[in-house]
């Protein structure tokens, strides 16, 4: 028997049968789903969602001393037209980090930071203690101060006009400046010998002390290293603060150099 030969008839049904190809976003997707973009926005109940409520902290304390930063030194006039020289002092914004209590430490203090520094230049203990402050970078210079008013919390700003007022006395340490290797005239003011001819001594100490010990006494003026210790100078006047730049500008002999560190006190 001869085979029968399909007719077109039956041609046509056998490629409706089969299955139409789909496009690629819908194999894909997984049937005819629509896919999801994978950078939708966020939902509408997430950007409703309010910020964390700032903490509350009290009205800064008065404390006996802040940190601060010479800048330099100038010149002002007062309301008599007398020219008044005065030293140029950053104090603050300085920060509450720790909180010394009678209870934990046996007496009531504030520590306190100034200046911001990197992250990299300080441990992991002092960045657990930045964090635990509220601060969102940590401080270079630290320094406890007494509270003599109010009460000290962690993350306080404190500010120059929270603590000092114009016209007040005070007292400021610092770094005094290097002056290198110097000789007995120059460090301690010795008179020195007779200055003509045929003299042997003109700047030289002399005598290093007795011979009955065999030693030197601790404490003998000598030739050495000048400068460089730390200061403090008493009886400043603050003769004006300057609320808006953080500065005050203190009448008198501040130590150390130009950018140095120095700590004004309450005298």
Same mark, same amino acid.
């Given at each position: 028997m001869q085979e029968e030969k399909p007719t077109p008839e039956s041609g046509a049904q056998v490629e409706a049968a089969q299955p139409e190809p789909t496009s690629a976003p819908e194999q894909a997707s997984g049937g005819g789903q629509t896919p999801v973009a994978t950078g939708e926005a966020p939902s509408a109940a997430a950007e409703a969602a309010p910020a964390p409520p700032k903490r509350e902290l009290p009205p800064p304390p008065v404390l006996k001393g802040l940190i601060g930063r010479k800048l330099g030194m100038t010149h002002i006039f007062d309301d008599q037209g007398r020219m008044v020289p005065v030293t140029v002092v950053e104090l603050g914004p300085c920060y509450v980090v720790q909180v010394r209590t009678p209870e934990k430490d046996g007496y009531y203090a504030a520590q306190v930071g100034f200046m911001p520094t990197k992250t990299q230049r300080v441990n992991k203990?002092?960045?657990? /203690?930045? =964090?635990?402050? @509220?601060? %969102? =970078?940590?401080? &270079?210079?630290?320094? %406890?101060?007494?509270?003599?008013?109010? #009460?000290? /919390? #962690?993350? #306080? %700003?404190? !500010?120059? %006009?929270?603590?000092?007022?114009?016209?007040?006395? /005070? =007292?400021?340490?610092?770094? $005094?400046?290097?002056?290198?290797?110097?000789?007995?005239? &120059? !460090?301690?003011?010795?008179?020195?010998? +007779?200055?003509?001819? @045929? $003299?042997?001594?003109? &700047? !030289?100490?002399? $005598? $290093? *002390?007795?011979?009955?010990? #065999? !030693? /030197?006494?601790? *404490?003998? +003026?000598?030739?050495? &290293?000048?400068g460089g210790d730390q200061v403090t100078v008493r009886n400043l006047t603050i003769v004006k603060i300057l609320a808006e730049k953080n500065c005050a500008l203190i009448k008198g002999a501040v130590p150390g150099a130009r950018n140095s560190i120095v700590y004004v006190q309450k005298q």
């Open positions: 203990p002092m960045l657990g /203690v930045f =964090k635990k402050a @509220g601060l %969102e =970078k940590p401080l &270079r210079y630290l320094k %406890e101060f007494t509270v003599l008013e109010g #009460q000290a /919390v #962690q993350g #306080q %700003e404190i !500010r120059v %006009e929270h603590v000092f007022k114009e016209g007040e006395t /005070v =007292k400021v340490t610092g770094i $005094s400046k290097g002056k290198g290797f110097a000789g007995v005239v &120059r !460090r301690y003011k010795f008179a020195g010998g +007779p200055k003509t001819h @045929g $003299s042997m001594v003109h &700047r !030289r100490p002399l $005598s $290093s *002390g007795a011979t009955g010990p #065999q !030693r /030197v006494f601790k *404490g003998k +003026p000598m030739p050495g &290293r000048m």
